[in-house]
């Protein structure tokens, strides 16, 4: 069973620096295509960023210039660094795994069949 778990969220001032990680199993379900996603309370879940196995990467227009997703294949680790933080970054950041058929672009959009629990970022003004 594919199992994703995030770390790292907590609570910084705004335009302070965080970084959030996502372990991911050794599971052979687990596609190429991995990606951040966030949600605020009232608001929609959104894509922050998807990275592929290649080292391709997309953002968000909100994301570009201040958020960096990356990976360790080695590892299966995920990350999310993040600066010039702002109040609206305030959420709970999950990130998301596509399964091993699928063969599609990566963006930090659509359907992703696997899930972290998430980890919450607070960025306080």
């Known amino acids: 069973q594919v199992q994703l778990v995030e770390s790292g969220g907590g609570s910084v001032q705004a335009g302070g620096s965080l970084s959030v990680s996502c372990a991911a199993s050794?599971?052979?379900?687990?596609?190429?295509?991995m990606a951040w996603f966030r949600k605020a309370p009232g608001k929609e879940r959104e894509g922050v960023a998807a990275?592929?196995?290649?080292?391709?990467?997309t953002y968000a227009d909100f994301a570009k210039g201040r958020f960096t997703i990356s990976r360790d294949n080695v590892k299966n680790t995920l990350y999310l660094q993040m600066i010039s933080l702002k109040p609206d970054d305030t959420a709970m950041y999950y990130c998301?795994?596509?399964?091993?058929?699928?063969?599609?672009?990566?963006?930090?959009?659509?359907?992703?069949?696997?899930w972290g629990q998430g980890t919450q970022v607070t960025v306080s003004s």
């Open positions: 998301a795994a596509q399964g091993v058929l699928y063969r599609g672009s990566c963006p930090p959009s659509g359907f992703f069949p696997y």
């Open positions: 050794r599971d052979p379900d687990v596609g190429a295509c």
């Open positions: 990275i592929h196995s290649d080292g391709s990467t």
